[in-house]
């Protein structure tokens, strides 16, 4: 399943939008009620989860990363819960890097479990209990902040400051998932990721409910030689031009764009024209990693593909170093305090 959002959620509200403003409201209201009264099953290990406001990427993989990897410096086992978006599998399964394709599992879950053991479910609590027996002590939950019937210990929302929450707008008018002050209740934090405005007037809002916002950038990991280059850039992710914007701020010159939908895995025909184009052109080829995930392990055209990449990866840094591990303290004891109040 391939999810492309349309272009005007993210621009100021149009037509468009007002037009389905009577199905934005009964889909907020539906989604509003859902969150409020889900009845939600609880685990014997903290569950964090990593979410946002929107549909589309805000950067909740690489965050998820970045707490996975201070769950080890504390000395804990951290596990991953993911869907297992645009992968084909419907059972409960752990995630072998070594050997599932995107295809079957998903492109994210192949990213967190380079990092950390990962199930991904269908049904997210059968999920966490596998990942309970599998001897983890904290789960980070890719996702599912809105829909989850999963008891949370701590819900960390992450928004873009570029994009923000676009033109403000509920599913199908604009890409908010549920109201705003409805997601707000069941979040514990808020994390904004870059430098842009677009995230303000929500943070504002989150203060005056009291809850605290952290700040994180997202940066390039490694050399890339690319300073000076002409590329052929191509990403199928929620935010294709984040991806060039950080391309160009690697001094590259792009001379192609190829945007996919997010989580699209390329034909034959699609691989055979950016293969073409970069061979006639002269150019670099780059990508995003869960781009070239999609192309790992797989044969033919998508092989010399993945050979000829150039893949840009990109990791998580908190404004405040510390902040990670406050989170998971946080998670810690409101497991702690929700296990003592069910004893």
Same mark, same amino acid.
């Given at each position: 399943?391939?999810?492309?959002?349309?272009?005007?959620?993210?621009?100021?509200?149009?037509?468009?939008?007002?037009?389905?403003?009577?199905?934005?409201?009964?889909?907020?209201?539906?989604?509003?009620?859902?969150?409020?009264?889900?009845?939600?099953?609880?685990?014997?290990?903290?569950?964090?989860?990593?979410?946002?406001?929107?549909?589309?990427?805000?950067?909740?993989?690489?965050?998820?990363?970045?707490?996975?990897?201070?769950?080890?410096?504390?000395?804990?086992?951290?596990?991953?819960?993911?869907?297992?978006?645009?992968?084909?599998?419907?059972?409960?399964?752990?995630?072998?890097?070594?050997?599932?394709?995107?295809?079957?599992?998903?492109?994210?879950?192949?990213?967190?479990?380079?990092?950390?053991?990962?199930?991904?479910?269908?049904?997210?609590?059968?999920?966490?209990?596998?990942?309970?027996?599998?001897?983890?002590?904290?789960?980070?939950?890719?996702?599912?902040?809105?829909?989850?019937?999963?008891?949370?210990?701590?819900?960390?929302?992450?928004?873009?400051?570029?994009?923000?929450?676009?033109?403000?707008?509920?599913?199908?008018?604009?890409?908010?998932?549920?109201?705003?002050?409805?997601?707000?209740?069941?979040?514990?934090?808020?994390?904004?990721?870059?430098?842009?405005?677009?995230?303000?007037?929500? %943070? +504002?809002? $989150?203060? !005056?409910? #009291?809850?605290?916002?952290?700040? *994180?950038?997202?940066?390039?990991?490694? =050399?890339?030689?690319?300073?000076?280059?002409?590329?052929?850039?191509?990403?199928?992710?929620?935010?294709?031009?984040?991806?060039?914007?950080?391309?160009?701020?690697?001094?590259?010159?792009?001379?192609?764009?190829?945007?996919?939908?997010?989580?699209?895995?390329?034909?034959?025909?699609?691989?055979?024209?950016?293969?073409?184009?970069?061979?006639?052109?002269?150019?670099?080829?780059?990508?995003?990693?869960?781009?070239? %995930? +999609?192309? $790992?392990? !797989?044969? #033919?055209?998508?092989?010399?593909? *993945?050979?000829?990449?150039?893949?840009? =990866?990109?990791?998580?840094?908190?404004?405040?170093?510390?902040?990670?591990?406050?989170?998971?303290?946080?998670?810690?004891?409101?497991?702690?305090?929700?296990?003592?109040?069910?004893?």
């Amino acid at each position: 399943m391939v999810s492309e959002a349309p272009p005007f959620w993210w621009t100021k509200p149009d037509w468009r939008a007002w037009l389905l403003s009577p199905v934005s409201f009964l889909y907020g209201r539906i989604a509003g009620y859902r969150m409020a009264h889900a009845s939600r099953a609880a685990v014997p290990v903290p569950v964090i989860c990593v979410g946002n406001f929107t549909v589309g990427g805000a950067g909740k993989t690489p965050t998820a990363l970045t707490l996975a990897r201070a769950a080890k410096e504390k000395g804990l086992r951290p596990g991953f819960l993911s869907r297992g978006y645009s992968g084909t599998l419907d059972v409960t399964t752990v995630v072998d890097p070594a050997h599932h394709l995107a295809a079957a599992v998903g492109d994210e879950p192949l990213l967190l479990a380079r990092e950390a053991l990962t199930v991904i479910s269908r049904r997210r609590v059968e999920g966490a209990e596998r990942l309970a027996r599998e001897g983890v002590d904290l789960i980070i939950m890719d996702d599912g902040f809105q829909s989850a019937r999963l008891m949370i210990d701590y819900a960390l929302v992450v928004i873009d400051t570029v994009r923000g929450i676009g033109n403000g707008h509920i599913v199908p008018g604009g890409p908010v998932r549920a109201p705003i002050r409805r997601q707000l209740r069941h979040a514990s934090g808020l994390l904004k990721v870059g430098n842009g405005d677009a995230a303000d007037a929500i %943070v +504002r809002m $989150a203060a !005056r409910a #009291g809850k605290p916002f952290f700040s *994180a950038s997202l940066n390039v990991a490694g =050399e890339n030689g690319l300073k000076g280059r002409a590329v052929l850039a191509f990403a199928g992710i929620a935010d294709p031009e984040k991806f060039y914007r950080t391309v160009e701020g690697l001094g590259a010159t792009i001379a192609v764009k190829h945007s996919f939908g997010d989580h699209e895995h390329l034909g034959d025909d699609e691989i055979d024209d950016i293969l073409a184009t970069a061979e006639r052109e002269g150019l670099q080829i780059v990508t995003t990693s869960k781009d070239f %995930v +999609r192309l $790992a392990g !797989r044969r #033919g055209r998508a092989e010399d593909l *993945a050979r000829a990449c150039r893949v840009i =990866e990109v990791t998580m840094a908190f404004a405040d170093p510390q902040a990670p591990g406050l989170i998971i303290d946080r998670a810690i004891a409101a497991c702690r305090e929700r296990r003592l109040k069910a004893s």
